[in-house]
Every structure is written in structure tokens, then in C-alpha cells.
């Protein structure tokens, strides 16, 4: 039997889980299919765009977090050389770039193989590290789209920590 084909019930949708957190949290929301869930969240760089979508032939929650900055063509190569040195230094998801959008995502999935429910917890974890992600790499998506700086540049001027006081 393939992992994967697992056919059995589950208590409650994951998705609805996900619509519990973002009423809990007063974020908006719109959920126009069973299976998928759009949340805005705010950052302190901007919104978020965050998306769930459950992928039951792989039981799988996806998330995809993004944000709004079009990838111009001509800082194309430097924007994917920036997203591999951060995915270097990720433990969970990665970034990604959506060729049909030219946008920048992060992205996870939380696999519940056999019928497995996710746990609010979870589930929270999940956004918190997305939207983490993004913020602290926001800026140097930013640097690379809009003040020109190479991938090197970037990612070392927003991992730039001052030590002690004024």
C-alpha cells in the first residue's frame, strides 16, 4: 500500500482549523473553496497574503506567504541568487518565486499522513514562521528589486547586528 493512499476520515477539515485561528486572531480571511483559505496578516514591513490549501491526495497543508513586489525581469537572476543563499540559512520552509506572478513567496506544507489532525499549535507555528521569515528578509528583497544590490549585498546589510549602546 502506497503511503499516500490513505483514504480514511478525518474529524474535521484542517482547513476549518485554519479559519478558527484567523477569527481568534481577527485577521481577515476569505474562504471561497473547502479545500483553500486566503488570510491577510500585517507585518511591519507591509501585508501579508497568507494561503492554505489542503492537498488531500498528499494530505498535506500547504501554506504559501506573500507579499506584494513584482520581480522585475532584469533582477530576475540576482532575486533567485538571493532566495538560494536565504534557503541556505532556513531550517523550515523556503522561499520561492512565482514565475507566472514574478512574486516572491515562502513557502511550508504540514503533512498529516494517516488521517493525522493538525493541532492548533501547529498550525500557528506554521504562520509564525512564515511571517517571521518574511519579515526579517523583507528588506532585502527590496534591496535587490529597488537600490539595485547584488544578493551578497543585501542579505549581509539586513544580517548586519550592532553590539552594545550609543
Keep these: 500500500m502506497n503511503i499516500l493512499d490513505h483514504h480514511g476520515g478525518r474529524p474535521e477539515h484542517p482547513v476549518d482549523l485554519i479559519e478558527q485561528i484567523a477569527s481568534r486572531h481577527s485577521w481577515a480571511f476569505e474562504r471561497d473553496e473547502q479545500d483553500e483559505i486566503s488570510i491577510v496578516i500585517a507585518g511591519s514591513w507591509c501585508d501579508y497574503h497568507v494561503s492554505f490549501t489542503w492537498l488531500d491526495d498528499m494530505e498535506a497543508l500547504h501554506l504559501a506567504c506573500s507579499f506584494d513586489l513584482k520581480v522585475p525581469e532584469r533582477r530576475r537572476s ?24 514574478n512574486s516572491i513567496m515562502f513557502r511550508h506544507a504540514l503533512v498529516l499522513a494517516g ?35 547584488n544578493a551578497a549585498e543585501a542579505l549581509e546589510t539586513i544580517l548586519f547586528e550592532t553590539a552594545g549602546e550609543a
Excluded at 78 to 101: C, K, P, T, Y
Excluded at 116 to 123: A, H, V, Y
Design 115 to 149: 488521517g493525522t489532525p493538525p493541532s492548533p499549535d501547529q498550525c500557528e507555528a506554521l504562520i509564525k514562521v512564515a511571517v517571521e521569515a518574511c519579515e526579517k528578509y523583507y528588506q532585502a528583497f527590496q534591496f535587490v528589486v529597488w537600490a539595485g544590490k
Design 78 to 101: 540576482e532575486i533567485i541568487e538571493l532566495i538560494g543563499r536565504m534557503n541556505a540559512q532556513l531550517w523550515v520552509g523556503h522561499f520561492d518565486l512565482w514565475s507566472s506572478e
